[in-house]
């Protein structure tokens, strides 16, 4: 099963009540190692996790700290992205060059280097301050 297959299980599970908006999202980890997460909606609007979330919290608590690849999806006319703080954590684990593979139910896909998604990201190397 491929990442976008596996995402697309996994939003099966989603808990959407509010939005009915369900998001699915598989990780790739550098050991080649897959792991998914769903969104996950909460009454205390917006105290919910994203899909892209919780597939990095179920890799970090797996022990891997190196993202791969990634695909996301929902059933959006264009394929879904992931959103601006998705992007950011994403990129905390991954590289400039790690592809995402957004994706539609209607079978519409686009791929994206997470450099491409998110132009000067914030990196662990912006809180060097041994230079200050």
């Not at 995402?100 to 450099?115: D, K, P």
Request: proline share 5%.
């Amino acid at each position: 099963m491929d990442l976008i297959e596996q995402a697309c299980a996994v939003r099966d599970h989603a808990y959407a009540p509010y939005s009915g908006f369900k998001v699915g999202a598989a990780i790739k980890a550098a050991s080649g190692r897959i792991f998914v997460g769903c969104n996950v909606e909460n009454a205390a609007y917006p105290e919910g996790t994203c899909a892209e979330a919780g597939a990095i919290a179920a890799m970090i608590a797996a022990g891997e700290v190196e993202i791969a690849a990634v695909a996301v999806i929902a059933d959006s006319p264009e394929p879904v992205t992931p959103c601006g703080g998705c992007r950011q954590k994403l990129a905390e684990f991954g590289t400039g060059r790690t592809p995402v593979t957004m994706a539609n139910l209607a079978g519409l896909t686009r791929t994206a280097s997470l450099q491409d998604l998110l132009p000067g990201a914030f990196a662990k190397a912006d809180m060097d301050t041994e230079d200050r």
